[in-house]
């Protein structure tokens, strides 16, 4: 029995003997595990947490609304509508066509819109929400609202969309806003043009004051499961609104000159405040309606925008450079007195002026006679001022015109604005490469030849010789204190004497309102409403001599593009001046005859309204005529 | 039958219910009872806080599972060694049915369909081949293990099962059955040089299979190799374990909370009530629940070991190591998988993952260690029924 034993320990002693080593192996590979949870749970807890942070959270971002564009008074000219959109979510549909089907039903659905429905749904997940129709009415809105328990997976959502009121009446001002493309992508890393169905400013205030029209974005922290279906909303940040901006327009009077010019083919006007710069009105025609870019244009009708002569999408008050003709004797005028001739400077007009062996005509066949400068402002006598000029030179010229603010840009707060052209000797050189001609001044001197100049750009002149001199600058941007507006020109003086421009104002004055003046015909015959002006008729092909022999070709008999543009300049009251006004009428003939009624009746209707003046929505509407 | 005094301390000849009622170690039983009582909770948080559908069944199937722990524990060893080659076969037959019969579950694991209850023999046979092993090696002495022919029908025994679940395939369960036979080898003093052989052939075997250019096909070589690195595959087989991984990590010391896995409740876990249940726990209860978890594995394996080393028979000792070196495997594999240290092979967390076969077996297993603790002093001879040996 004990020899029987024996091995039977021996197995006893071998088993726990090896028992006691896997237990070693045993604890050793435990501490394995609690090493491995160490590393994970604690050394690289942070980069996990992470990670499962990234795979719960998305975030989300919420458009801010777009700031509104308001007109001097308060009267919202770019606007944020609701667009109430009608959304379908796969899985919560049994029967996907029903569904459709009795959608169309209450809002018809054409096939196309049909297929595109079904192209989407095949593209993402079943709880993903995708738009069924756009731009619901109220009416439709009302219907499915009603039906929505016989709809499954139909849902209204409301987001906005940007609305301009007055349509045409100020688009190119306004300009537009459109779905950002490549480049815009590429300049601007705000997240937030990347979200569908986002739009920013493509033209005119929306695009030059983007940045605070589009406000921030905000975000929303969403925890989503494994398949990106929401749980719940995390946190949520609001994002920042854009600020509202108020415009100097006075839409009313915009409304009044923008449907003034509608009559003629192309054309544009501007009407400003002398002594503050606010722009009350700006009109260019022919306009468009800036909600087809909200929409997006079909090609044709880009096409159709872009091959137009009349170029409806140019603000021709900014980007219109045209030869401001007789209305540039201003620059001229003031600029030979700026280099010590007086106003009594005195020349004889024969109806033309011989400069070696080139003859230069003046408008007047029959000559003018004896004239001094109010007097040859007056009568717009070419002849006058060809002597002039020759007198001052061309380098002369370029600086006085520049004083008053041409052959630069006016620097108003849109984008697109063009400089215009001062010719002088330098420049020549410098585009041209040849050097000047005497003869070349002449023309110039009475606003031919080279010099262009935009609207703006002469109705900012205009402002200049009214308000005394003072360097104002236009802009539609509305000063925050519109108290501020009547007090004195916030703008420095400039180095020009008053009594220089006493001599144009006076000038300008009798070419309105002294009976042989060539604006007579357009006077404002209120009194106290009385307009200075300017009359320009620009040629923008040459006379020849066998032309000249048989007679001048009226303007009227000539193709659009061969007449003459027309153009008048002008402010008001003439003894209190406040407002200044440029009209021109691209090959709209003769400036006295085709821009200066139209000036004349929008200065009529500026000193009515008087928005720089008072609110005529506060205080019962126009002033009445006296 | 005069040596029938050799049973119990006492000498009496059959112990009594009370005395074994007294005998039954209550804190093994303590210690399942609180890991069960954390499967529920996890099971309860995996239904995002609700009892149905796992946790109340569960419940269900462990008050079953430890009304038959009980019962196992009241059976001496002798009946037990009596059952021994009949429940080998039994578990054969309902492997080689498995193989030709049985639904594809969750996983590689094979199910038979019973009507309310469904058998995964392979979970059954992690048990029956302990009993076997234990059975043979019980009538074999120090001497006669070290004659390498007595090695051959214990190799057979383990080699069958072995393959018939490969063949499902279900690779967890087939290298548990060789990890839990070779510490039986082990332990029952197998000389060292004989595994320090069969290693070298293995490992020379897969490298020859490696090397030549007959024996592996590209694409089976490039499976492998994902099998081994799931991480090399981040958008197939390495996403369960990196979200795995992220789920772990993320539970940092103290964890963030019941009911708040995030991983887990937003589905980025891959079967968290079944094999990953471990990291969705270690996620809500961080790297201090991941630990006490681990403890009590421990200290049942510890106690179940214990309870071997105390046992006075061959076949209750390694009965009661084997068993409990089973335990060691089942948690160890799954959470070393759950963390990715090895490749994910579908081992089930005993006690706590989500399975009726698994619970049985497993509290079947507690039943017999505590059978062997209750009854370690009795003795049985070599050959079964002449005590006399």
Known sequence: MALRKLPNRTQARVFSRRTALMGLGQAALTMTLVGRLYYLQVLQADKYRLLADENRINLRLLPPSRGLIYDRFGLALADNYPNYRAMLVAEQTSNLARTLDDFSALVPLSERERAKIMKELSRVRAFTPIPVKEDLDWDQVSAVELNLPDLPGISIEVDQKRVYPFAGIAAHMLGYVGAPNEDDLQQDNDPLLSLPGIRMGKNGLEKQYEHPLRGQAGQSELEVNSVGRVIRELAREEGTPGKDLVTSLDIGLQQFVQQRLSAEFSGAAVVMDIYNGDILAMASTPTFDPAAFYRGLTASEWQALMSDQYRPLTNKAIAGQFAPGSTFKIATAIAAQQVGVTPAFNVFCPGFYQLGNMRFHCWKKEGHGHLDMPGALQNSCDVYFYELSRTIGIDAIAVGARELGLGDVAGIDLPGERPGVIPDRAWKKATMGESWHQGETLINGIGQGFVLATPLQLCTMASRVANGGYAVKPHLFRAADPQKADGPSPYPKMKLEDSWLQTVRDGMDRVCNVVHGTAYQARIPIPGMEMAGKTGSAQVRRITMAERAVGVRKNESLPWKERDHALFVAFAPVHEPRYACCVVIEHGGGGALYAGPIARDIMIETQRRDPARRNPNNEGGRREMP | ?389
């Open chain 2, 1 to 389: 039958m005069t040596l029938g005094y050799q049973f119990g301390s006492s000498g009496r000849e059959r112990m009594r219910w009370r005395e074994k009622i007294a005998h039954i170690s209550w804190p093994i039983v303590f210690l399942i009872g609180c890991v069960a009582s954390i499967g529920f909770a996890t099971l309860y948080s995996a239904a995002h806080g609700s009892a149905d559908p796992w946790m109340d069944r569960q419940i269900a199937r462990f008050a079953a599972g430890a009304a038959m722990m009980f019962a196992v524990a009241m059976i001496d060893l002798k009946t037990l060694m009596r059952f021994a080659y009949p429940c080998y076969l039994v578990s054969i037959v309902l492997l080689i049915w498995v193989d030709f019969a049985g639904q594809v579950g969750m996983g590689a694991q094979r199910w038979i369909d019973l009507g309310p209850v469904q058998l995964q023999p392979s979970e059954i046979m992690k048990v029956t081949i302990v009993l076997t092993l234990a059975r043979y090696f019980h009538g074999l002495s120090y001497e006669d293990v070290g004659r390498p022919l007595s090695l051959v029908i214990p190799i057979v025994l383990v080699l069958v099962p072995a393959g018939l679940v490969l063949k499902q395939p279900d690779l967890g369960t087939a290298g548990m059955l060789m990890m839990v036979a070779a510490a039986i080898f082990v332990v029952v003093g197998v000389r060292w040089w004989k595994f320090a052989l069969v290693l070298a052939l293995g490992i020379g075997a897969a490298y020859y299979a490696w090397n030549s250019p007959h024996i592996l096909h590209d694409y089976q070589k490039a499976r492998i190799m994902t099998f081994m690195d799931p991480e090399s595959d981040l958008q197939g087989s390495g996403y369960h374990i990196m979200q795995s991984k992220i789920a772990l990590g993320s539970g940092a010391m103290w964890g963030k909370g019941f009911l708040q896995g995030t991983q887990s409740h937003l589905d980025f876990l891959p079967e968290r009530q079944t094999d990953f249940i471990f990291t969705m726990f270690a996620e809500e209860f961080g790297m201090v629940g991941s630990l006490v978890l681990l403890s009590l594995y421990v200290l049942l394996v510890i106690y179940g070991t214990v309870i071997a080393l105390r046992s006075k028979t061959q076949f209750g000792r390694l009965l009661a190591f084997g068993l409990s070196f089973n335990l060691f495997c089942y948690f160890f594999i799954n959470t070393a998988m759950v963390m990715g240290l090895i490749p994910v092979v579908g081992v089930p967390l005993p006690l706590i993952s989500y399975g009726g076969t698994v619970m049985m077996t497993v509290l079947i297993a507690f039943g017999l260690i505590m059978s062997v603790n209750i009854h370690r002093d009795q003795r049985i001879g070599r050959r079964l029924g002449n005590e006399d040996t």
